[in-house]
């Protein structure tokens, strides 16, 4: 499975940006769950949100709660992460990830398979 993220670039704080996250093809099952980390620079890989495939059943880590929507795309394969009132500490390069399992994975361990990440650059 490869995934393909897409969709970050400059945005002032308090702008918007739609990630998307595409796989290369249809092996997903019931049990995929998809994530979002970000890392920023001189920093660790840290949890962002995650969705469960079959259920569009969410989770996100507390910073973003309110401001990120994470949603998926059964027709297109594609997992998106909308992100509003963004903030210069929002600033990091953020790739989307998948697992098989239903327990909420927030550890880049934890995830199978990484896409090559997308940056996002909020300036203040």
């Known amino acids: 499975v490869q995934l393909q993220a897409f969709g970050g670039g400059l945005v002032q704080a308090g702008g918007s940006l739609r990630l998307s996250c595409a796989a290369s093809?249809?092996?997903?099952?019931?049990?995929?769950?998809m994530g979002w980390f970000r890392q920023a620079p001189g920093k660790e890989r840290e949890f962002v949100a995650a969705?469960?495939?079959?259920?569009?059943?969410?989770y996100y880590t507390d910073s973003v709660k309110g401001r990120f929507t994470i949603s998926r795309d059964n027709a297109k394969d594609t997992v998106y992460l909308q992100m509003n009132s963004l903030k210069p500490e929002d600033t990091a390069v953020y790739y989307c990830?998948?697992?098989?399992?239903?327990?909420?994975?927030?550890?880049?361990?934890?995830?199978?398979?990484w896409g090559q990440g997308t940056e996002v650059t909020v300036s203040s």
């Open positions: 969705i469960r495939w079959s259920t569009g059943n969410t």
């Open positions: 990830a998948a697992r098989y399992g239903m327990v909420w994975g927030t550890t880049a361990s934890a995830y199978d398979y």
């Open positions: 093809e249809r092996t997903f099952g019931n049990s995929v769950m």
